[in-house]
């Protein structure tokens, strides 16, 4: 909110995956996110909770929410040429596994970056065979690949940014981990698509900090 990367946002809770809460540090090995989603679940119900017994109320919704979601699902019954959108999922997922895989370079992500804004565009065009308005898995496919789009230029663009190695982040052009410079969280800007950072929070609320290491087996 503003120029404050850590405003809390009234009634907005993300538990788990989505949270970012690095728990795990800058990487979450397989499964670890049950760790999350006990810890942060049981206190985001905690806080609703206690938000309900005060009575706050959420911001009113902007007046033309209905008309913004109405127009998508307008543009897709309009659509009469384009790609299916499983061609253009299948596009993100190769472009991701090929320039945002385990091992990554500068020009690699450099590449992925123009190819998922090319994709991007193929988005804004995907044809919907099957207009009907009963059960259309179709539908429900184009709408969530507007959402794949929009964490594949996120995840692609927040990875070209980041000069070093950290956690799963393996930059083969800095192999070094820079706390200098990159010990902060990066933040995604639907609008622009910009980035900004953020500072992590390195002092807990009741046991002794861990200082970042390396991550070493």
């Not at 009234?10 to 949270?19: D, K, N, Q, V």
């Not at 996110?33 to 959420?58: P, T």
């Not at 790609?83 to 992925?112: N, P, W, Y």
């Not at 059960?135 to 507007?146: G, H």
Request: glycine fraction near 6%; charged fraction near 25%.
């Amino acid at each position: 909110q503003g120029d404050n990367p850590t405003a809390v946002v009234g009634g907005l809770y993300a538990i788990g995956e989505c949270s970012c809460v690095s728990v795990h540090g800058a990487n979450r090995l397989g499964t670890n996110s049950l760790l999350d989603l006990m810890v942060f679940g049981r206190s985001a119900g905690n806080h609703i909770i206690a938000s309900e017994a005060h009575k706050r109320a959420h911001k009113p919704l902007p007046k033309d929410a209905a008309e913004r979601s109405l127009a998508r699902l307008a543009q897709l019954d309009a659509s009469k040429t384009g790609d299916g959108s499983h061609v253009v999922a299948d596009a993100i997922r190769t472009a991701m596994q090929t320039h945002c895989g385990v091992f990554r370079t500068d020009k690699l992500m450099s590449e992925g970056v123009q190819a998922i804004a090319d994709i991007a565009d193929q988005v804004d065009r995907i044809h919907l065979k099957d207009k009907s308005r009963v059960f259309n898995t179709a539908r429900i496919e184009a709408l969530e690949v507007d959402n794949l789009i929009e964490v594949a230029k996120a995840t692609m663009v927040s990875a070209q940014a980041r000069k070093e190695s950290r956690g799963a982040h393996y930059h083969n052009d800095h192999t070094e981990r820079d706390d200098q410079d990159w010990l902060k969280h990066t933040l995604w800007w639907r609008e622009g698509s910009r980035l900004s950072y953020k500072p992590v929070q390195l002092k807990p609320l009741t046991v002794e900090p861990f200082k970042p290491k390396a991550r070493t087996f």
